[in-house]
């Protein structure tokens, strides 16, 4: 019930939204899912004639569901509809490429959560189990 | 601890975040780290945590405000320091 109302409070929305589950959270992480339809935009143009999900994108799953999912569970009655927030920093390593049609795991391991800011540790796996990038993301309430 | 080593021990923490590097080496006391140092303002953040870390004290939010540089660090932890 809550994983669903935090979906649902998620200032994202398609062609934007990158989660599609919530499998676990607590206040010191998460992990969530998001299946890379074939049909998604960015495919017809990265690359051209060999789709494959952009390291970008990757990333943006990875602030999503480890990020901000967690941020909006962290804050609960305090993140609201006006509640602004912001991407502060991102270290990011690509180890496998993702293809249109995969499904991927993001687990997301809260660092620290203080004065609006949240980092956290951030790893996410293919359907085989296989690590595809791995990191560092914060991000703040503006 | 002395002024001098509370600011050797400051010019540590804020180091891996200053963008300008010749503001960096004439840092004092009376240095800004965002107007100054151009330190991002998120790291602000981790800057007041590794404080915490380094100095042995607890920084509440109305504190973490007012750090924006050093002379304002440096009182706010001879005050934290004192009240322990």
């Known amino acids: 019930m809550i994983k669903d109302e935090i979906i649902s409070k998620l200032p994202y929305s398609k062609p934007f939204l990158f989660v599609d589950e919530i499998v676990r959270i607590d206040e010191n992480g998460v992990e969530g899912t998001f299946f890379f339809d074939e049909n998604l935009d960015f495919y017809k143009g990265h690359f051209k004639e060999n789709p494959v999900t952009p390291g970008v994108i990757l990333t943006e799953t990875m602030a999503q569901i480890g990020l901000v999912c967690l941020g909006i569970f962290l804050l609960d009655d305090q993140f609201n509809s006006e509640t602004v927030i912001g991407l502060t920093s991102t270290e990011m390593e690509f180890l496998k490429p993702v293809s249109p049609n995969e499904k991927v795991t993001v687990i997301s391991e809260k660092v620290y959560f203080r004065f609006g800011k949240l980092k956290c540790k951030v790893a996410m796996k293919n359907e085989r189990g296989e690590e595809v990038c791995s990191g560092t993301i914060a991000g703040m309430i503006v | ?84």
């Not at chain 2, 010019?11 to 800004?32: C, G, H, M, R, W």
Request: cysteine-free.
């Open chain 2, 1 to 84: 601890m002395n002024r001098e080593e509370a600011i050797s021990k400051l010019k540590d923490i804020v180091k891996p975040y200053v963008k300008d590097q010749e503001a960096f080496e004439k840092l004092n006391e009376s240095t800004d780290f965002i107007n100054d140092l151009k330190i991002n303002s998120a790291n602000l953040v981790d800057i007041v945590l590794d404080v915490e870390e380094a100095f042995g004290i607890e920084i509440d939010n109305v504190s973490m405000e007012k750090m924006t540089s050093v002379d304002a660090a440096l009182e706010i932890i001879d005050t934290k320091l004192a009240e322990k």
